[in-house]
């Protein structure tokens, strides 16, 4: 069965980049035909989709988020990336990574925690 | 592209039914049999329950299904249990990206 967990910071600074990394495990990244997502829920609120990408490198990516935001994937490690750029408070949430088959969103890391403070 | 609107929350006692509605767009729901459903227990993440509107994933309790009539999707649970307590989220495809709902809280009175 696949799992996926995230590492990062959980601290970053205003106007600074958020960088977090998604570690795929119980399978190859790029075996099958799945996207990989990432997600994020502010404490108390509700599920924002960011973005994904497809093993062969193609992204999409939340227009709201879009000018900031950078998918990518090492498929020699079995990990795919966020970077967020100029952040502001407003981007202090949990952070999820994902498994897409592309009909919904089936594997779910446990997320984690980054706050944006100086 | 704005979140589907689910109801804030909703209740039911043990053995009851309840139905979550959730409520798109004819760009979201309207347009695509790809609304799913997801359950989130505090601190934890989410779960998939239902997928493409109505099927259920390996697992998943037959208590739960899905429908969709035009822009509107729901999520029945059948034979409420105290373990149903939780957060409920609709998602749906809206073309190049997924759209979430603001959920609905759940309480098993």
């Known amino acids: 069965q696949v799992q996926l967990q995230e590492s990062g910071p959980g601290l970053v600074k205003p106007s600074q980049t958020l960088s977090l990394t998604c570690t795929v495990s119980g399978g190859s990244i790029s075996s099958g035909s799945y996207y990989w997502s990432w997600i994020r829920q502010p404490a108390g609120k509700g599920l924002e989709w960011i973005g994904r990408?497809?093993?062969?490198?193609?992204?999409n990516y939340n227009p709201s988020l879009k000018s900031r935001v950078t998918i990518s994937v090492d498929t020699s490690k079995n990990q795919f990336s966020l970077k967020l750029s100029s952040v502001t408070a407003a981007d202090t949430a949990v952070y999820y990574c994902?498994?897409?088959?592309?009909?919904?969103?089936?594997?779910w890391g446990q997320g984690t925690l980054v706050t944006v403070s100086s | 592209q704005s979140a589907l609107t689910q109801p804030a929350s909703v209740s039911g006692s043990p053995g009851q039914s309840i139905t979550i509605s959730c409520t798109g767009t004819?760009?979201?729901?309207?347009?695509?049999?790809?609304v799913s459903w997801y359950q989130q227990h505090p601190g934890k993440a989410p779960k998939l329950m239902i997928y493409?509107?109505?099927k259920r994933p390996s697992g998943v309790s037959n208590r739960f299904s899905g429908s969709k009539s035009g822009n509107t999707a729901s999520l029945t649970i059948s034979g409420l249990q105290a373990e149903d307590e939780a957060d409920y989220y609709c998602?749906?495809?809206?073309?190049?990206?997924?759209?979430f709902g603001g959920g609905t809280k759940l309480t098993v009175l």
């Open positions: 994902a498994r897409d088959t592309a009909m919904a969103i089936d594997y």
């Open positions: 004819s760009s979201d729901v309207g347009s695509y049999n790809l």
């Open positions: 990408i497809y093993t062969s490198g193609s992204t």
């Open positions: 998602c749906s495809y809206a073309g190049i990206l997924w759209v």
């Open positions: 493409e509107g109505s």
